[in-house]
């Protein structure tokens, strides 16, 4: 059983800053990737980032230079700096460790205009 639990939420207004952080416990060893989803009312979820064991990284296209993961393996954590936020970034951001998938209960983000 692997528990997910994403904590550094809240509202801020634009051009602000948060940093989200996840940490996972339970049966997590050999789980490579690690990353952060967002999904917004009435949007699919979409990948924000994620980073593997070994620190590779992947980003999508509307955070890059502003959003940046960062992983601490020996604390199975996952963090998330999130700079430069616009209202267009409000969603709920949900962790996911893989292979297989497991999805933390989400943290909602806003961002007033």
């Known amino acids: 059983q692997v528990q997910l639990v994403e904590s550094g939420g809240g509202l801020v207004q634009a051009g602000g800053s948060l940093r989200l952080s996840c940490v996972a416990s339970?049966?997590?060893?050999?789980?490579?990737?690690m990353g952060w989803y967002r999904q917004a009312p009435g949007k699919q979820r979409e990948l924000v980032a994620s980073?593997?064991?070994?620190?590779?990284?992947d980003y999508a296209d509307s955070v890059k230079g502003r959003f940046t993961i960062s992983r601490d393996n020996g604390k199975n954590r996952i963090y998330l700096q999130m700079n430069s936020l616009k209202p267009e970034d409000s969603a709920v951001y949900y962790c996911?460790?893989?292979?297989?998938?497991?999805w933390g209960q989400g943290t909602q983000v806003t961002v007033s205009s």
């Open positions: 980073i593997t064991r070994s620190g590779s990284t």
């Open positions: 339970g049966n997590i060893f050999n789980r490579n990737v």
């Open positions: 996911k460790l893989s292979p297989p998938d497991s």
